[in-house]
């Protein structure tokens, strides 16, 4: 993948190709306090292009990651007008460790068309 993030408290890690492949890896230890890599959890997202990755520090809760993002037309359709025209979106993909699932949380609704890059601060 071309971006590699974990989150803060080192519980998952989120591994995210320029276009559409996003896959979150759970980190746990075994009885002897060796690290384990879980099976991974797909978040992918057909048409969409990722420009930016980051693990937001939330705490204790879910693990969550933030991605800089767009959306472009299907090649296959007309161009009848209900897609995102290229617009650069933040969006938020939340790990689920109850219910080991990924899911994509939230969406701004447009960010600067020249933002290029995301920053974790911590706190």
């Given amino acids: 993948g071309q971006y590699v993030v974990s ?6 890690i989120m591994i995210a190709a320029i276009e559409k492949r996003k896959l979150v890896y759970v980190l746990n230890r075994d ?21 930016a990755l980051c693990g937001v520090d939330n705490g204790y809760d879910n693990p969550i990651f933030a991605a800089l993002e767009t959306q472009y037309a299907d090649p296959e359709s007309e161009g009848n007008g209900d897609e995102s025209d290229g617009k650069k979106e933040l969006a938020y993909y939340e790990l689920d460790l109850g219910l ?3 899911s994509r949380r939230w969406a701004s609704r447009a960010v600067h068309k020249s933002a290029c890059c995301l920053g974790a601060v911590p706190g």
């Fill in 100 to 102: 080991n699932h990924v």
């Fill in 31 to 51: 009885s002897s306090g060796k690290p384990t890599i879980a099976s991974p959890l797909e978040a992918h997202r057909s048409r969409t292009i990722t420009f």
């Fill in 7 to 12: 989150d803060p408290k080192g519980r998952a």
